[in-house]
DNA sequence: CAACACAAAGTAG
DNA sequence: CTACTTTGTGTTG
């Protein structure tokens, strides 16, 4: 999986531009790393665009590729997984990870 | 085109 | 700590 490939696909799925930033910046968080939607908003060129950060990763098309599970809120805490609102899987994952 | 929605961040108290 | 304001983009009317 590279980002060109997953550029395209993403926006052969109809997504917008600022999506697909989004979500290929949240693909490229290493291992054992966290990224809270501020990072991800600025990294993809959009400082202070943290709330369109989360809703671009919300409507996340490819849940499996893209690990939302290393983002997380400014405070340090999950925010909301898989449209949940707290996973203890995702903790303990990123625990496991050593990211905490 | 306008108003509302969203998994936040920032500022004030 | 909580409450109010700001913020950028998507979705819906």
Same mark, same amino acid.
């Given at each position: 999986?590279?980002?060109?490939?997953?550029?395209?696909?993403?926006?052969?799925?109809?997504?917008?531009? $600022?999506? /697909?930033? @989004?979500?290929?910046?949240?693909?490229?968080?290493?291992? &054992?790393? !966290?990224?809270? *939607?501020?990072?991800?908003?600025?990294?993809?060129?959009?400082?202070?665009?943290?709330?369109?950060?989360?809703?671009?990763?919300?409507?996340?098309? $490819?849940? /499996?590729? @893209?690990?939302?599970?290393?983002?997380?809120?400014?405070? &340090?805490? !999950?925010?909301? *997984?898989?449209?949940?609102?707290?996973?203890?899987?995702?903790?303990?994952?990123?625990?496991?990870?050593?990211?905490?």
């Amino acid at each position: 999986m590279n980002r060109k490939l997953m550029a395209q696909r993403l926006e052969e799925r109809g997504l917008t531009n $600022f999506q /697909i930033k @989004i979500l290929l910046t949240t693909m490229e968080i290493p291992k &054992g790393r !966290t990224a809270t *939607y501020k990072e991800i908003a600025a990294r993809a060129g959009y400082p202070g665009a943290s709330r369109a950060a989360g809703t671009a990763l919300r409507k996340n098309p $490819f849940p /499996i590729a @893209i690990p939302c599970h290393r983002v997380v809120k400014s405070s &340090g805490e !999950t925010g909301s *997984y898989s449209g949940r609102s707290n996973s203890r899987i995702k903790k303990e994952l990123l625990k496991k990870e050593g990211a905490i």
